[in-house]
């Protein structure tokens, strides 16, 4: 059975940065893509970022320049740090274990719980 358990969120100021982390179980972990994906009121969840087994990234256009997915394959772990943060950055911040294949991201199965991340002055 695949967890995964995300932290780091909470509320900072527009310009701030956040760093998220991922913790994965399963001792595969470093053959699969992970990605970040997030989710506001009333939206549909978006892809973030998302990151390859040979740690190939991609980004949506939204936060390209301002976050940087990474991965620490001895740890199990995957983190998503955000710099410049915006107010349209608010929504609740979920990892997934999946797969990175040409260049894009393909979620599997597995999902955090996830963690909130509130940009507000």
């Known amino acids: 059975q695949v967890q995964l358990v995300e932290s780091g969120g909470g509320l900072v100021q527009p310009g701030g940065s956040l760093r998220l982390s991922c913790a994965a179980s399963?001792?595969?972990?470093?053959?699969?893509?992970m990605g970040w994906y997030r989710q506001a009121p009333g939206k549909q969840r978006e892809l973030v970022a998302g990151?390859?087994?040979?740690?190939?990234?991609l980004y949506a256009d939204s936060v390209k320049g301002r976050f940087t997915i990474s991965r620490d394959n001895a740890k199990n772990m995957v983190y998503l740090q955000m710099n410049s943060l915006k107010p349209e950055d608010t929504a609740v911040y979920t990892c997934?274990?999946?797969?990175?294949?040409?260049?894009?991201?393909?979620?599997?199965?597995?999902w955090g719980q996830g963690t909130q991340v509130t940009v507000s002055s």
């Open positions: 997934n274990r999946g797969t990175y294949y040409g260049g894009r991201y393909y979620p599997l199965e597995y």
């Open positions: 399963g001792s595969i972990f470093s053959t699969y893509g």
């Open positions: 990151i390859g087994s040979g740690g190939s990234t």
